[in-house]
């Protein structure tokens, strides 16, 4: 159980780092959508700079930073499940829960974030990008439905830890 | 489930209680109650074995079938 202490500890740290940035990018938000005084502004979020801030770039960047936030919820979710697992829970039904809804928020999280990129480098960049390799978009994807999986496998062990504690 | 756990009847049959049985087999009560009031899912051929040699009885005087 010591990797699960080290793991925990990294994500306790990020989730500690991270934390402050939850406030600021919902301020940020709201700016974003009431505030006009951004034009010419730089920002750069996810490989994307974006200067003019007309409606369509408004609306990639709150889809981008609405990502970054359900990312946030992801890890959140994954703390709660390190917890189960540190007090031997593992088979407990909140953790099977939260590794599905890991999985489900981390598939919205990669389309909201592949998308807007996609469209972005499209109409304000005029390329037509397709990686295939470690994109985060398939990264993501991958470790969503991977959650998915995961959850259903704890599911099917819960019911043989139940057949086995039941067999006298 | 059709499968029905008849452990009582021979335990008054042979007169022992169940901690008793439980001490002979080498199972805690709590899995032996688990065993009678028919929550088990599963029976191990050896405990099997165990409780019919200590009930002196057969697999068939413990267990019986009944359809739904």
Do not use: H
């Amino acid at each position: 159980m010591r990797k699960l202490s080290i793991l925990k500890a990294i994500v306790d740290f990020f989730w500690i780092v991270s934390l402050p940035l939850i406030p600021i990018l919902l301020i940020f938000i709201g700016f974003v959508i009431f505030d006009n005084s951004l034009d010419g502004f730089p920002i750069k979020m996810n490989g994307i700079e974006i200067k003019s801030f007309d409606r369509l770039s408004k609306a990639i960047l709150i889809t981008l930073m609405c990502s970054y936030l359900i990312l946030m919820y992801c890890v959140f979710l994954f703390k709660k499940v390190l917890r189960y697992f540190s007090k031997i829970n593992l088979f407990d039904n909140v953790v099977i829960y939260n590794l599905n809804n890991i999985g489900i928020w981390l598939v919205v999280a990669a389309f909201l974030q592949g998308v807007p990129t996609f469209i972005y480098k499209i109409l304000y960049k005029q390329k037509l990008e397709l990686e295939i390799g470690f994109s985060s978009f398939l990264i993501m994807l991958c470790f969503g439905l991977f959650f998915m999986v995961l959850s259903e496998v704890f599911k099917v062990a819960k019911f043989a830890k139940q057949e086995n504690d039941l067999t006298i | 489930m059709p499968i029905i756990v008849n452990l009582d009847i021979m335990l008054e049959k042979r007169n022992i209680k169940s901690n008793e049985l439980a001490e002979i087999v080498g199972i805690t009560t709590a899995n032996l109650s688990i065993l009678k009031t028919g929550k088990a899912k599963a029976i191990r051929f050896s405990t099997l074995e165990a409780i019919c040699k200590a009930l002196d009885c057969q697999p068939a005087d413990i267990l019986g079938y009944i359809e739904d």
